[in-house]
């Protein structure tokens, strides 16, 4: 698919404060504290949920867009952690911005939701039908006590003002490809809090075969190889997937390096790939061109292809980047990690 | 207890207020004040109009909250702040992001919108702003 | 206005009455006053209960019939009044009113809580409605969190000690040992203070007025019943004010001064022609150490950010200067919230009347209350002198 004339006028991401060292679940669990798939990750506060979050990361996006929200047509939110299970989160970001007359949906679809709310915003932005809109990605990813999860699964956000391409664009939308199959490797039925998975199920054919697709297919079809990328970004439930994604792919360290986050704040889900691209723009140069390739179980991949454009030198610092998030952090235990994640039940 | 405190409409007919910081102000005296209301509080003026309140300001007092009300509990230890914004308004709030040993008066503090109440774990989630240190 | 005279005083002991309900208590408390008057149920014209949380605690409102019905005097007029922990103050002020502007010549005014049905979180979150439910309870402050509010702000500006505010408690506790009706007959140290639990930093469990059940009431009549009593059972009501402030403390401009203190001072004094150092007896609303600092600045006994002092150097004992809540205060004579006014006007006419046993100040002629609703959203002052 390939896009004209829309591009990302703002961004903003939000991480969460609080810190788990994955040693420390570990301790508790009696896993080698060396052999675990992240250093940290984010944990919410007992205030924050996938909703306070999106609107922290929206309201940085806003500030870098220098637009009133009254042209606001459309706030797309995709999250698999909603507040709710019945009653969505989109229609108070939209109260919380003080706008009334615009498409508000929240979009359950797995960590894919959010960059799928992305295309869906660039649909809506380049039929004409809205000026702008925002697509917002956010998810307090949930780990059962004990499970392999419990030492990835995170909290963040980030959001994106989507609008026609005009003068002071930050990033302009090149193409965009999707790729799916019915490959149920990580799933949450209905009234459950937990979800479960498929151990290594969730490698060979659901990871690494829809990134691999949604990519080669986005580069086919746009005529590009990785070489012509100066980043890359790609789904991050862990550090080694991406890493071996990108090797497969034909891709170096030097352009995941901006992109790959996990490490530092573990799998923040819907919200993973936008935080590190998020992090990429906080650190390209104009002209950079940047493949983001998300991924969400049972629900596939989507890739998008954008190139930096000079907005983002006078944008970049009116809010605070990702870095300004992961480095403010404090560490918690295990004990009040379970009572921010309301794990103990009385 | 408290189930008349579990109403919804009482809850959002104030959301406005609460999630945007929407404050008054005396065309006649010019005094601001948070919520809005429709008769200033200094001067008796009925001529208030809606102001969009700073969203920064400073610590004035705290408290650290060991005893809640019920609808708070299993959230203790907290911390409940007054706060002048930049404006010189004053809001009562929760400040959020840091250890009951480490907040101070006077520290420098920013708004942001988190969880308040929860009305039952079946009930709604009462958002609203709170305060967090801005970190340097 | 008709002058205005308490010929009658009964309270029940203030503590946990597992044995006694809201309508006990008030039928106790109403009993004793009517004894002690010497009148019968049948000269009783009008009641006014003060009270906050029945409807929260107990599940019943509508106080002023309950009564009638349960004292046995259906027919009169009654009628809740309320005023957060003012409850009682206000409804000794209507009571004053009614017999004051000619229209009753005996009303009971009377004041009843009983908190100690409900655990210390759901009373904690009734006592929190005296303040702004949607912009202060919300935040998940309790009432004695508004209060810490003050308190670090006054340590802060006037440079203040914790313990030299908390040397109110150690005050009160002393004056209670001799008190018949007061919850904790017990004195304790300044350690014992400081090393109690925190409640809401950095206000400590000592440095608050206990959950107590209790209620009080007061025989007022007109001067034409007065004439029937010898002299040295009436104390004359010679002021009754009430005054109100900005209700929640981030719309006050200074939130260590309680403005309707200075208000409602004002009036009474004006109201009774008397100076403030004509003032003997002082019974404040010390719910919790810091307020009973602040009220003796803001009542004029002090200067601001000075009313420790007077704690300090012994000038609020029995023999000091300006002898303050000799039979134990809020903190250890009790706070069954919507009775406390009515409490705090019978330890001073006890005082007015001689009657203090061991903490009686030796020739008290004016006596002050001061009831407090809220964070100072109300403040009622009544003066009483002795005939």
Same mark, same amino acid.
């Given at each position: 698919m390939k896009i004209k004339d829309v591009s990302i006028i703002g961004y903003g991401a939000y991480v969460p404060i609080f810190r788990i060292k994955d040693s420390e679940i570990a301790r508790v669990w009696g896993r080698d504290p060396k052999r675990v798939p992240v250093n940290e990750k984010s944990v919410p506060g007992y205030d924050e949920d996938s909703l306070t979050m999106a609107v922290e990361a929206t309201l940085n996006a806003l500030k870098r867009s220098n637009i009133s929200p009254d042209i606001i047509g459309a706030i797309l939110v995709g999250s698999e952690s909603p507040p709710y299970a019945v009653k969505p989160s989109a229609t108070v970001i939209a109260e919380v911005l003080g706008v009334s007359r615009i498409v508000a949906?929240?979009?359950?679809?797995?960590?894919?939701?959010?960059?799928?709310?992305?295309? =869906?915003? $660039?649909?809506?932005?380049?039929?004409?039908?809205?000026?702008?809109?925002?697509?917002?990605?956010? %998810?307090?990813?949930?780990?059962?006590?004990?499970?392999?999860?419990?030492? #990835?699964?995170? /909290? *963040?956000?980030?959001?994106?003002? $989507?609008s026609k391409s005009g003068n002071d664009d930050i990033a302009r939308f090149e193409g965009s490809f999707s790729y799916v199959t019915d490959t149920p490797d990580f799933w949450r039925r209905e009234g459950e809090r937990f979800p479960r998975h498929g151990y290594r199920f969730t490698g060979e054919p659901a990871y690494f075969h829809h990134i691999y697709s949604a990519a080669k297919g986005l580069m086919d079809e746009l005529g590009l190889k990785p070489q012509d990328f100066a980043h890359v970004v790609f789904h991050q439930p862990n550090v080694k997937f991406p890493t071996r994604m990108a090797?497969?792919?034909?891709? =170096?360290?030097?352009?995941?390096?901006?992109?790959?986050?996990?490490g530092y704040i573990g799998n923040t889900y819907a919200a993973a790939s936008l935080i590190g691209l998020a992090n990429v723009l906080d650190n390209a140069k104009v002209g950079d061109r940047?493949?983001?390739?998300?991924?969400?179980?049972?629900?596939?991949?989507?890739?998008f292809s954008i190139i930096v454009e000079d907005g983002i030198l006078s944008k970049r610092d009116l809010a605070p980047k990702v870095f300004d998030y992961i480095s403010r952090k404090k560490y918690i235990d295990y004990s009040i990690y379970s009572k921010f994640r309301r794990n103990i039940v009385m | 207890m408290n189930t008349f405190i579990n109403s919804v409409p009482r809850s959002w007919r104030e959301r406005k207020y609460k999630y945007r910081l929407i404050g008054g102000i005396c065309k006649k005296c010019n005094a601001t004040f948070y919520p809005y209301r429709g008769s200033c509080p200094y001067c008796g003026s009925d001529d208030i109009e809606e102001v969009n309140l700073p969203k920064k300001g400073r610590l004035i007092s705290y408290t650290i909250i060991y005893s809640p009300p019920s609808e708070f509990r299993l959230k203790q230890p907290y911390i409940v702040g007054l706060i002048e914004l930049e404006d010189g308004t004053r809001i009562i709030a929760q400040i959020t992001d840091v250890d009951v040993n480490e907040v101070k008066d006077g520290i420098e503090v920013e708004a942001v919108f988190r969880r308040y109440r929860e009305q039952g774990a079946d009930g709604i989630i009462e958002y609203g702003i709170k305060f967090r240190p801005i970190s340097d | 206005m008709?002058?205005?005279?308490?010929?009658? !005083?009964?309270?029940?002991? !203030?503590?946990?009455? @597992?044995?006694?309900?809201?309508?006990?208590?008030?039928?106790?408390a109403a009993k004793k006053a009517l004894e002690d008057s010497t009148l019968t149920k049948r000269d009783i014209e009008?009641?006014?209960i003060g009270n906050m949380s029945s409807g929260i605690l107990q599940g019943q409102e509508h106080l002023g019939s309950l009564f009638a019905t349960w004292f046995g005097i259906p027919g009169v007029s009654a009628q809740k009044c309320e005023a957060a922990c003012a409850s009682g103050g206000v409804a000794f002020h209507q009571a004053f009113l009614a017999v004051a502007s000619g229209m009753y010549d005996v009303v009971v005014a009377m004041g009843v809580e009983k908190m100690s049905d409900g655990n210390t979180y759901d009373v904690t979150s009734a006592l929190i409605m005296a303040d702004d439910q949607e912009y202060v309870a919300f935040t998940g402050s309790s009432f004695v969190g508004l209060n810490a509010l003050i308190y670090r702000r006054y340590m802060e500006k006037f440079n203040v000690k914790h313990e030299d505010i908390a040397m109110f408690a150690v005050h009160d506790h002393k004056y209670a040992v001799n008190n018949p009706l007061a919850q904790y007959r017990k004195a304790v140290t300044?350690?014992?203070?400081?090393?109690?639990?925190?409640?809401?930093?950095?206000?400590r469990l000592f440095e608050c007025a206990p959950i107590g059940d209790g209620a009080?009431?007061?025989?007022?009549?007109?001067?034409?019943?007065?004439?029937?009593?010898?002299?040295?059972?009436?104390?004359?009501? !010679?002021?009754?004010?009430v005054a109100t402030d900005i209700l929640s403390l981030h719309n006050r401009k200074d939130i260590v001064t309680l403005n309707a203190t200075k208000l409602a001072m004002n009036k009474a004094l004006k109201m009774s022609k008397i100076d403030l150092k004509d003032i003997d007896i002082v019974?404040?609303?010390?719910?919790? #150490? !810091?307020?009973?600092?602040?009220?003796?600045? %803001?009542?004029?006994? /002090?200067?601001?950010?000075?009313? @420790?002092?007077?704690?300090?150097?012994?000038?609020?004992?029995?023999? *000091?200067?300006?002898?303050?809540?000799?039979?134990? *205060?809020?903190?250890?004579?009790?706070?069954?919230?919507?009775?406390?006014?009515?409490?705090?006007?019978?330890?001073?006419? #006890?005082?007015?009347?001689?009657? *203090?046993?061991? =903490?009686?100040? %030796?020739?008290?002629?004016?006596?002050?209350?001061?009831?407090?609703?809220?964070?100072?959203?109300?403040?009622?002052?009544?003066?009483?002198?002795?005939?």
């Open positions: 949906v929240d979009m359950e679809f797995a960590c894919r939701a959010g960059t799928t709310a992305m295309q =869906n915003v $660039i649909g809506m932005v380049g039929s004409g039908m809205i000026e702008a809109g925002i697509a917002i990605g956010t %998810d307090t990813a949930q780990g059962r006590p004990g499970d392999e999860l419990e030492y #990835t699964a995170a /909290a *963040g956000a980030a959001s994106y003002i $989507i090797k497969q792919l034909g891709f =170096n360290k030097e352009q995941l390096k901006y992109g790959l986050l996990s940047i493949l983001v390739v998300s991924f969400g179980s049972g629900a596939g991949s989507d890739a | - | 008709r002058r205005v005279y308490v010929c009658g !005083i009964g309270a029940t002991p !203030i503590g946990e009455h @597992w044995e006694l309900s809201l309508r006990d208590l008030m039928v106790l009008a009641v006014y300044l350690e014992t203070v400081l090393n109690s639990p925190i409640v809401a930093d950095p206000l009080a009431a007061v025989i007022l009549c007109s001067e034409e019943v007065a004439k029937k009593y010898k002299s040295d059972r009436l104390v004359e009501v !010679i002021a009754s004010s019974e404040l609303h010390d719910a919790f #150490t !810091i307020l009973g600092v602040i009220h003796l600045e %803001d009542m004029g006994f /002090a200067e601001k950010g000075k009313g @420790w002092m007077l704690v300090k150097d012994g000038e609020i004992e029995k023999d *000091g200067k300006i002898p303050t809540n000799l039979m134990g *205060g809020l903190k250890a004579r009790g706070h069954p919230v919507g009775a406390t006014g009515i409490y705090e006007v019978i330890d001073v006419v #006890t005082q007015l009347r001689g009657e *203090g046993g061991r =903490n009686q100040v %030796d020739d008290a002629e004016i006596g002050l209350a001061q009831n407090v609703g809220g964070v100072g959203g109300t403040v009622t002052i009544n003066l009483f002198r002795r005939l």
